[in-house]
Every structure is written in structure tokens, then in C-alpha cells.
């Protein structure tokens, strides 16, 4: 009898320590948790602390209250002017209203799937009406501010409050990326082949010239040397007349020695002069005297 009661006894206690386990719960700073009856919501809970339910008849859902980053990939979006952009974009969220919550999306995966399409939605819809100088431009804050505004009317509906959305970048498709680099070469390259034409232009022109200048300061300096040679030959004819006149023995003297030296300057030269000939006139003779 007594095992009997000592059994009895153990189950007691086992099956209120089941009921104690499954009628408490703690909701963490961090959290705040929905109780529900039967898949009822019956209360929200948001203050932490230990916390007191039905045991085996609700159950708790927790979310957290913490604030949450929503980092979807990159969307194609094409603006009023008909260019495309690869957008990045972030967004800071919160779960406020959990009852709601937990009426249109549940879970937190289904509630980040869901945000990522109202974000994408509110960014196709806001970029398809400005163009892309007006996006980089000082519109770019009261841009993004419409694009906040969209998204927190829409995430209301969730039960979720968004802090803030940001584009981190807005770069244009990898094909147009591509085709402007090819075009920019092409322009480049064209104006390279213009520069260097009108370099070989220039150059042609400066030779010209230079050429040109050449030409004249040579014919200037042979007019000047033409000069220069006349007058020292006139100078030498003045001087050789002056000589002449001064002793002109001596310089009949003079230039036949002068001859002489061109005529016998050791070349195999051959003359046939007779003896007699002006030529021989002071061969063997003694230098004449001065008048």
C-alpha cells in the first residue's frame, strides 16, 4: 500500500512540475511575445520579466524588439529617362504592433520577405519618376525621403515601423557599363587621332617655316658675304694699285715669283715656254732695286 502511495505521490509531483514548467514562461529585454490560446492571440506581452499562461492550452510566440537591418540584393530599376540602374539598398526596421504582426506575416522570415517587397516596390515606383541627373543631384535627399515615406506607409500595414531606407549604391548594368567604356575608348581614340593631326599639321607648318627662315638668313648671309668678298677685293685691288704705284719694278718682281709658285709647285706639269719669253724675265736676275 505504501508503494502505492509513494507512486501516486512521484506522479503528483512530476505532473505539477509539467504544469509549473508549461505555465511560465521570461520574455527577455530584447523580445516581446504574443500568448496565444488554441492559435488565438489573446495578449501582448512587451514588458521583460518571468511571465504566467495556461499550461497546454496557449503557447507564446516571441519576437524581438530590437531594431532590425534589412539588406536585400541589388533590383534593376529604370528611371523616368529610360536608364537602368542596379540599386543596393538597406533598410532599418522594427516589429511595434506584434498583434498585427502576427495576423499578416507570422514569422519573422515571411515579415523581412515581405518588407524586401515593399522596399523594391516603393524604389521602382519613386526612381521611375526622376531621371538620372536629377538622382545625382541635390534632389537626392528629398529622393530618398519620398522613398522612406513609401515604405513606412506600406510597412504599417505589417505592424512594422521603418527607421530609415538608404540607397548604398546606384550603379549602372554591367552591359551599359560595357558599352559606355567602349564608347568613351572610341572617343578617346578619335580625339587622340585628331590631336596627333593637328600636331603633324602644326609640325608641317613650323618646318615650313623654319625652312622658310632658313632659306633667307642663308641668302642673307651669302648677299652679305658677296659684299664683304667684293669689297675685300676691292680693298685688295686699292692695296695692289697702291703697291704697284709706290715700286712698280718690284711688283712686276712680285707677281712673276707669285707665278712661279703656282706654275712650279711640284705637279707633274709639263710647259713648253721658249727662253726668250716674258716668263724667264727674272730668272737669274737679282731682285731690282727699289725707285
Not at 516581446?32 to 495556461?54: H, M, S, T, Y
Request: aromatic share 8%.
Amino acid at each position: 500500500m505504501s508503494d502505492k502511495i509513494k507512486l501516486v505521490s512521484g506522479a503528483v509531483i512530476v505532473g505539477l512540475l509539467l504544469i509549473l514548467v508549461n505555465s511560465v514562461y521570461i520574455v527577455r529585454q530584447t523580445e516581446q511575445a504574443i500568448v496565444l490560446q488554441f492559435g488565438n492571440p489573446v495578449r501582448v506581452v512587451k514588458d521583460a520579466g518571468l511571465k504566467f499562461k495556461i499550461p497546454f492550452i496557449q503557447n507564446v510566440v516571441f519576437y524581438d524588439n530590437r531594431l532590425l537591418n534589412l539588406d536585400p540584393p541589388a533590383q534593376e530599376v529604370v528611371l523616368n529617362d529610360k536608364k537602368r540602374l542596379d540599386v543596393d539598398s538597406f533598410t532599418r526596421y522594427r516589429i511595434v504592433d506584434p498583434l498585427r504582426f502576427y495576423k499578416t506575416v507570422r514569422t519573422e522570415a515571411q515579415a523581412r520577405s515581405k518588407l524586401e517587397e515593399i522596399v523594391n516596390s516603393s524604389l521602382r515606383k519613386i526612381l521611375g519618376r526622376v531621371t538620372l541627373p536629377q538622382l545625382l543631384s541635390q534632389k537626392r535627399t528629398r529622393i530618398m525621403a519620398d522613398i522612406s515615406s513609401a515604405v513606412k506607409v506600406d510597412a504599417e500595414q505589417i505592424g512594422v515601423s521603418v527607421a530609415d531606407v538608404r540607397i548604398r549604391r546606384a550603379d549602372l548594368p554591367v552591359e551599359v557599363l560595357q558599352a559606355i567604356n567602349a564608347r568613351m575608348k572610341a572617343e578617346r581614340e578619335r580625339d587622340a587621332k585628331e590631336f596627333r593631326a593637328t600636331g603633324q599639321q602644326e609640325a608641317q607648318k613650323i618646318r615650313a617655316a623654319a625652312e622658310k627662315e632658313k632659306t633667307v638668313i642663308i641668302a642673307e648671309a651669302e648677299k652679305k658675304a658677296q659684299i664683304i668678298r667684293g669689297q675685300g677685293d676691292r680693298e685688295a685691288i686699292r692695296i695692289w694699285n697702291n703697291a704697284a704705284g709706290v715700286d712698280p719694278k718690284f711688283f712686276a718682281y712680285y707677281r712673276s715669283l707669285e707665278a712661279y709658285k703656282k706654275a712650279l709647285n711640284g705637279n707633274d706639269t709639263s710647259m713648253v715656254l721658249a727662253p726668250e719669253s716674258e716668263f724667264f724675265e727674272y730668272f737669274g736676275k737679282t731682285i731690282p732695286a727699289g725707285n
